[in-house]
C-alpha cells in the first residue's frame, strides 16, 4: 500500500534498523521503543492484522518469533520480554499493518501494561465457552 510506513520500510524506500530479513518477513528495532532493543517483526506483503493474515503465516511468524527472542536474551540479557500485537484503534493499533512487538523487559524498567481483571460466574466463563466453542 502506497500509504502504509511499514510497506515503505519493507520496500526500502524509508530507512530502517533491520536486524534480519527474509523472503516472507523484515525484523525492525523500532524506532519509538518502549525499551532499549524493542523489535518489530513486519510481514512484507501487506495485511491489516491478525484477522486478516494466512493462518500459516501466521504460524511461520511465530516461529521466527521465538528464534529472534532467543537471539535477543542471549545478546541483551534479559530474562522477561513482552510479546505484542495490536488489532485495531480500540486496541492500540497505530499503524494498520500486522506487526509483532518483541519488548524486552527488565526489574524495575518502568513499564507497565496494564487491565483490570473481570471477575466472572462460572456461567459467564461456560456461556463463552461454548460460544466460542461452536464457532470454532
Known amino acids: 500500500m502506497s500509504d502504509c510506513i511499514f510497506c515503505k520500510i519493507v520496500a526500502g524506500e524509508i530507512p530502517s534498523a533491520t536486524i534480519y530479513e527474509n523472503e516472507e518477513f523484515k525484523v525492525i528495532l523500532d524506532r519509538f521503543p518502549a525499551n532499549e532493543g524493542h523489535v518489530l517483526i513486519l510481514p512484507k506483503a501487506h495485511t491489516p492484522n491478525i484477522f486478516e493474515i494466512a493462518p500459516e ?80
Do not use: S, W
Open 57 to 136: 503465516q501466521a504460524g511461520r511468524l511465530f516461529a521466527l518469533a521465538a528464534k529472534i527472542a532467543r537471539a535477543m536474551q542471549a545478546e541483551l540479557k534479559f530474562e522477561h520480554m513482552n510479546v505484542m500485537q495490536n488489532n485495531g484503534t480500540v486496541a492500540g493499533q497505530t499503524v494498520f499493518h500486522f506487526h509483532l512487538h518483541l519488548i524486552p523487559r527488565y526489574e524495575n524498567d518502568g513499564i507497565t501494561i496494564k487491565y483490570t481483571p473481570m471477575d466472572l460466574t462460572d456461567a459467564q466463563i461456560e456461556a463463552m465457552r461454548a460460544k466460542l466453542e461452536k464457532a470454532l
